[in-house]
């Protein structure tokens, strides 16, 4: 009688562990690849949105522009010359912190949330209704997503505001029934989500007098709000550091961006035209003088054309 040889059960059990631990093998580095994937995945989507953001940033600061009008050689005694706008210091450039910092995490590093910013710019965001080069009046705010979940982890988005009307410093949307023309209409985008902090800070280097030697030396002025105080009146700041800090999308994780912006506009002065009274008086002045009115005389910035 032949004998049939066969596996043993201890070779059957080794058998079989040695495949469980392949195919375990197998199957973590499937996992670990799928979630690699999803984490290049999400740090393209973050660094993505951080670029254009910042890309954004920079073409609106670095365009910052304040118009002053000059009346020392068109005001005298005799005439009153009526300004389009009232005077209100620096508010061509505006830019404002967070009153409530219960929610704000920068205060070990010594610094503040941003809330709002508020400035002219000479890059429209898109050409609307017209294909030349105008300023428009563009706004940033911080705002707290309140569907964001989490209460402990607080998410902000970013609004930019954007209008032809310049003295609409506050960015205020008016009705259908106050609307004059479109010139009246905001344009909101949102810019980017998901964003846990942002901190401004803009610095300006400033010409200070020793008292004692009677000298001028240059002093470096930084703050993180922007209102038009003794030192920052009329002025723009000559660059910002930014302080961007994202959520990731289970808010697990956070991606921190840091840098410089530089202000390359400067002030640029207008000389306001003289205003011709109608009243009695003037009309009589007028004809003594051979019926010949005052001259009115504009001084326009030099623009160079946008191509």
Known sequence: MRKSYGFSLLEILIAMSVAATFMSFIIMSMRSSFRFVAI???????????FLLINQMERDFSSVTIFSFDTTSTSTKEEKVTLDRKEAPNKFFQAQTQEDDTLNSLRKAKGKLFKTASFVSTSPLQNIEENKFYLVRVGYELKLNKTAGDREK?????????TKKLDNVLLKEADSITRKSSKDFIYSDLVAKNI???SLQFF?????????????????????EWDGGEKTKDQIPDFLKYHIVFWSENKNKEFVFDGLINFFNKKVTQQQPKRVRQDQGEKQNVSQQGGQAPQQSVNQPNQSPVT
Not at 40 to 50: H, P, R, S, V, Y
């Open 40 to 50: 290049g995945d999400e740090n393209i989507k973050i660094n993505e949105q951080a």
């Open 154 to 162: 607080h998410s902000y988005d970013l609004i930019r505001r954007e």
């Open 196 to 198: 846990k902090e942002i």
């Open 204 to 224: 300006k280097k400033l010409k200070k007098q020793d008292q004692k030697t009677g000298k001028s030396k240059k002093e470096i002025y930084k703050s993180f």
